[in-house]
């Protein structure tokens, strides 16, 4: 008997999150809890976590009422390759990714998929401008780049890197098979792409939490981001991505 498709996968990606994944998918069980178990497919990547973040979510397999798989990649490469592997591996007609530690309420997840059902290729969060980072830099650093982004890179988006990001199958499939970043900014480069496929993408106002516990380190991470956005521009221009 063939297996049934699922209506939906959803993506964590989910690094040395061994405190934070337990509470993320009980909330998203609970989020489940009156569908069938073969509607949803979860997918929790563990991007080379040496705690017990693999373990502690393959504990939730039968409390759920979800397909649960738990990919635990072999090294840390980052949160684009985490996210990678786990679109590369989504049966489902429509997927999305959400962080680990589910900054964004599951209940927007009928949203996005509503959209994506209405036609649109994409659907993207959008962090409403109530949102407040906890450190005074981090603020800074968003104003900035939030500027910059939708002027120059990704025109008509200001927020790329909010972590909802929700796709038809085919969508996913042709983007993912062809994104390469590893660190933060794999969301410009499917971004990018999207565009130069002329994908339809449509933007969604969300509320967003700041949740303690964020691996990001903004020195580090920003020239990481910097180098990487210079490798997506010098791709676009030797065609790589066709």
Avoid at 76 to 89: D, H, Q
Avoid at 154 to 162: F, M, N, R, S, V
Avoid at 173 to 184: C, E, H, K, S, V
Avoid at 215 to 221: H, Q, V
Wanted: glycine residues 6%; hydrophobic residues 45%; proline residues 3%.
């Amino acid at each position: 008997m063939a297996q049934l498709v699922p209506a939906l996968t959803i993506v964590i990606p989910a690094y040395q999150e061994e405190a934070r994944i337990g509470p993320t998918l009980q909330e998203l069980g609970n989020y489940l809890a009156n569908r069938a178990t073969n509607e949803v497919e979860v997918i929790v990547v563990s991007g080379g976590s040496t705690d017990r973040t693999a373990s502690v979510a393959r504990q939730f397999d039968s409390k759920i009422a979800a397909n649960l798989r738990v990919l635990d990649l072999p090294s840390a490469k980052g949160k684009g390759a985490a996210v990678r592997a786990g679109m590369r591996e989504a049966t489902g007609k429509f997927v999305l990714f959400t962080d680990a530690d589910l900054a964004y309420e599951p209940k927007l997840f009928d949203d996005f998929v509503a959209r994506l059902k209405s036609g649109a290729d994409i659907v993207i969060a959008q962090r409403t401008h109530t949102t407040k980072y906890a450190g005074r830099a981090r603020r800074w650093i968003t104003t900035v780049t939030r500027f910059v982004f939708e002027r120059f890179i990704t025109p008509g988006i200001c927020d790329t890197q909010a972590g909802l990001k929700a796709f038809t199958y085919a969508a996913a499939q042709n983007l993912f098979a062809r994104q390469t970043i590893n660190g933060l900014l794999f969301d410009v480069e499917i971004l990018m792409l999207a565009r130069q496929f002329r994908y339809r993408v449509e933007k969604i106002d969300v509320d967003w939490k700041d949740r303690p516990g964020s691996t990001i380190r903004l020195a580090r991470d920003s020239t990481r981001a910097l180098l990487d956005l210079m490798k997506i521009y010098w791709r676009i221009g030797l065609g790589q991505y066709r």
